[in-house]
């Protein structure tokens, strides 16, 4: 499998595993508008995911082209001059993952700033894509627990007023006062 495509294949499948985090943690939400809220933040967080795999895919193919002939890899050639030992190297398939030696003393060659960052991006997010949709899911589903856990609903209303041994009459006078509290809320 490529890598591109492995990390969009990694970015879809974290997506849905978060989509599922957050879908068990909104089974506890009582509102509408806050099972909104969640899938709403679980649609941001996947597309963000995916959007990110899909910058650090289209990185890595744009630094495996072949460069032209004796330019420096700075500027995105493909000979470079080692700064140790000043032996010019030449750099056949420039990959983002892997950071080009010199043949001689292997010292690392020289690379522009872009290139760095965009290494660095690509490391942090292989390392802790996981970790970071596993928190941004438990965070999420714990505020959404924190805001709407003492929400009293018309089930609530209804369970605490009807007593056993009730009469007809009262369960249907209790029941008609949690419509009207609860009810016209929504």
């Known amino acids: 499998m490529r890598a591109g495509s492995w990390w969009t294949l990694k970015g879809l499948l974290s997506a849905i595993f978060a989509f599922s985090m957050f879908r068990e943690f909104s089974k506890t939400l009582e509102t509408s508008a806050a099972v909104a809220a969640t899938l709403g933040l679980v649609f941001i967080l996947g597309s963000a995911w995916f959007l990110i795999a899909l910058i650090i895919r ?40 892997k950071r080009p030696r010199c043949a001689g003393c292997h010292a690392l060659l020289p690379e522009s700033f872009h290139v760095r960052v ?52 009262a369960t249907r006078l209790v029941h008609e006062s949690c419509v009207r509290k609860y009810r016209a809320r929504k």
């Open 58 to 97: 289209e990185l890595r193919n744009w630094r495996r082209r072949k460069a032209g002939a004796g330019k420096d890899p700075v500027t995105n050639g493909n000979l470079a001059e080692c700064p140790a030992c000043g032996a010019v190297n030449r750099i056949e398939n420039y990959s983002i993952e």
């Open 118 to 169: 965009a290494r660095a991006l690509g490391d942090a997010w292989s390392r802790f894509a996981l970790l970071a949709a596993f928190i941004a899911g438990f965070v999420a589903g714990a505020l959404a627990l924190h805001l709407y856990s003492n929400l009293v609903t018309y089930d609530d209303c209804i369970l605490s007023h009807i007593k056993p041994g009730m009469s007809v009459a």
